[in-house]
């Protein structure tokens, strides 16, 4: 079974920074050929959650959603089976609940597994 446990949330200023963390763990994990993709989505109340930023298993080319570019950085540590979601430049429109994400590309159909989701809260 796969798990997700995301942290980091928490209330900053318009500006400022976070860096939120998922912890991974479960089979799907424990080789190095398992194809999989990672992500963070996000939902405000009252509107559909979207996507934030992705990577997959293979290391190509983060993919970030418009609104993330140049602010958020989405990265990895394999050593501590870990995903992180550096947020920068926080702006009033980015509170949210924030969901860490895997998608099993060897089931079939492809398995979703999500986390519990954190909390970003930004004052003006």
């Known amino acids: 079974q796969v798990q997700l446990v995301e942290s980091g949330g928490g209330l900053v200023q318009s500006g400022g920074s976070l860096r939120l963390s998922c912890a991974y763990s479960?089979?799907?994990?424990?080789?190095?050929?398992?194809?999989?993709?990672m992500s963070w989505h996000r939902q405000a109340p009252g509107i559909e959650r979207e996507l934030v930023a992705s990577?997959?298993?293979?290391?190509?080319?983060?993919y970030y959603s418009d609104f993330a570019k140049g602010r958020f950085t989405i990265s990895r540590d394999n050593t501590k089976n870990t995903l992180y979601l550096q947020m920068n430049s926080l702006k009033p429109e980015d509170p949210a609940v924030y969901f860490c994400?895997?998608?099993?590309?060897?089931?079939?159909?492809?398995?979703?597994?999500w986390g519990q989701g954190t909390q970003v809260t930004v004052s003006s």
């Open positions: 994400k895997t998608v099993d590309l060897e089931s079939e159909p492809h398995t979703e597994y």
């Open positions: 479960g089979r799907l994990f424990e080789t190095n050929f398992a194809p999989y993709i």
């Open positions: 990577v997959s298993s293979t290391g190509t080319r983060p």
